[in-house]
């Protein structure tokens, strides 16, 4: 008694098939070359999002094609060229080595029962594309892991956006679990005190530890975003761990876009404060960025370590991101494990009973039947 495959519209059905587990990591994004040409589509479906910016979308409509997109293009191209590596993106290149990792640790604990793949919300390659490819493979449950750890509407719940997007489209839909956040997961917090700990080995302490986090306009903490608070309880967290009095750190935030009030205080003003204050030496650390990328290598380890230099500072040190490291790995392994309770046992140690018995039930089906 055999299992059948039959197509339908260029769709091979095969209804015996023991269905995989997805685990789909995501990130914000990156243009695919550090040119002008690759900066104007990726801005455009960037900053196109109302998750992203929330103004009246028939005015920002004609502020983004009219305005924006014809002078910022060409000044983040150049940005990005300083950044750029031969294996392309500093972002596509450490989510693609996390993606795998994390893939080949899942693989020591349960085999090949896991698919794991990565995507961009913005650019590529895209959401779609990939959980396609999943399903593609056998995917019929997927665990959906967005590397944000502090929960906002402009990155996670955006990343939900095109998820429910891409299943809106489709007949058959998998089973689906989403992480919003993990800010305050022990493993996540013991991963980032150990790599300040780490640093700290091998670099002179500073007077100050800094925590900057991507900042957000005011009015979305007021709207009842959670972000603020839990950057906050993250800086918090760490610091505890670490040990440190709390005048010893602050909590920042950066990367303004526009003149509305943001997230405060602002991490290059107060970079600027500091050194005019007498404190010599700084370390910056962004635990909001899963992997380095523009706004941790440019924007941190370049422009605002000149604010502080040309302050008065004498020293400034940026605490890399997480990226691919061990720890990192583990993090991720233990949060995806959470997420696939009952899911796994559901998966293994069938009997052959059991697997005779849905073998019947499938060949039962009017799609198995051999015609």
Known sequence: MGLFKQEYSGHVFDHGQTGKIGVLISNLGTPNAPTKKALRPYLKQFLADPRVVEFPRLLWWFILNGIILNFRPARSAKSYATVWTEEGSPLAVHTAAQA?????????????????????????????????????????????????????AATTASTFDAIAADFTRRRWLPEFRFVTSYHDHPAYIEAIADSIREHWLTHE???????????????????GDPYHCQCLATSRLVAQSLGLKDDEYLTTFQSRFGRQEWLKPYTDKTLIALAEEGITSVSVICPGFSSDCLETIEEIGEEN??????AGGQHFDYIPALNSTPGHIQLLKRLVTDNLQGWLNANTGESQTTLQQRTERHDQCPFNRAQ
């Open 205 to 223: 302490r500073a007077e100050k530890l800094l925590f900057s986090y991507h900042g957000v306009p005011l009015n979305y903490l007021h709207k």
């Open 305 to 310: 370590r000149d604010y502080f230099l040309n």
């Open 100 to 152: 795998q990792k994390l893939a080949e640790s899942l693989a020591e604990s349960h085999g090949t029962e896991l698919v794991v793949d990565w995507a961009m919300r913005y650019g590529s390659p895209s959401i779609a594309d990939t959980v396609q490819k999943m399903l593609d493979k056998g995917v019929r449950k997927l665990v959906v892991l967005p590397l944000y750890p502090q929960y906002s």
